[in-house]
């Protein structure tokens, strides 16, 4: 099962240590549901220029608890990690896409008491594009959005089509490159990476590497040139 992340810019800028505090203090307890669920920060920690988190909540679920439908409250957490870049602090949250958004949005409501400080992060066409082009043979998918073909929302590559470059200069003309999965030469792993700088981890490894990884190769896509 692929791993999952997210990176989000925040608006402004706050030091480390006074995240730190703002998430170490932060504790709600809320009925959902008729359930009571909790949600806090635990192992915080700062090393170098990245500050790492887990996000601990609860979930309401239905579960069958000796042929009864019980309502009860489900502990999860995500990894979240702070990392200064050009005087930026971005945030990278390890959930898919949807848990990612929502856990954003509580930190911004942690950071300054209201959503909407904490954004998505987005590369460029042009960028996925030249990191497709400057290695295609490492290249396994590629899908396009902005198709202006009627009737046609999204175009795809896979496989051996990758090679047919008629056909994807064709493609080219008709949307913008969306989401790449490809074969990174540096690490050996196999990535998937869109547009708003959602990252899924094919090959089998820790969340500490891939945290390595991203803020190695894909945060500094932010502030490359295309």
Known sequence: MALSAKVFRIKRYL???????????????????GVEITQSFDDIRIVGDILK???????????????????LAVRREALVAFKEEFGDILLIVFEKKFRANRIANIISEVLFA???EVVEANISHEILKSLHESNPESTKVIYFD???????????LYGSALADTSLYNMYLEHGKIWYVVFHHQDTGYIVGL??????AMFSKITLDEFLNYIVKHVTPLLYASS
């Open 146 to 156: 902005n198709v202006d073909i009627p009737n046609v929302n999204k175009l795809a």
């Open 53 to 71: 988190a887990y996000f601990v909540f609860d979930e309401p679920r239905i579960m069958n608890i000796k042929g009864e439908m019980q309502r």
């Open 15 to 33: 030091p480390l240590d006074i995240i730190a505090d703002k998430i170490r203090n932060y504790r709600r307890l809320e009925e959902v549901e």
């Open 114 to 116: 209201k959503t909407g």
């Open 194 to 199: 869109t547009r708003n700088l959602i990252i």
